[in-house]
């Protein structure tokens, strides 16, 4: 079944490009698709999936792939990559968390 979501064109390249990345690092250590699905957890056809992009593959399953191959997420170096998430759950933290729509009033009087 297919999913019904429209996804951003820039969703779609970002999903391809990482699709790339993942197949092009299982090619060059000479995985079989079978051995890193194993790996990893999952089916063959979900691997497939990633290595071509398909944007219905649940995230941690597609960071899982990668983060086998080598594939940097955000940056190769774990350190920054910690650094930015302390930096990101710290700005979270001065942002109020519940949002409200703020009522606009047009003011069409002419």
Same mark, same amino acid.
Request: no cysteine.
């Given at each position: ?28 250590? #000479? ?7 194993? #790996? ?37 170096? #774990? ?11 710290? #700005? ?19």
């Amino acid at each position: 079944m297919r999913n019904p979501h429209t996804y951003h064109p820039q969703s779609h390249d970002a999903a391809k490009v990482l699709g790339n990345q993942i197949a092009a690092a299982r090619r060059e250590r #000479r995985w079989t698709a079978a051995n890193l699905a194993q #790996r990893a957890g999952m089916s063959v056809v979900t691997l497939r999936k990633i290595e071509r992009g398909d944007l219905s593959v649940a995230i941690g399953s597609v960071f899982e792939v990668a983060t086998l191959l080598g594939v940097p997420l955000f940056t190769p170096d #774990r350190r920054e990559l910690r650094w930015a998430l302390t930096h990101t759950e710290q #700005r979270l933290a001065l942002i109020p968390s519940r949002v409200r729509a703020r009522s606009r009033v047009v003011n069409d009087a002419f």
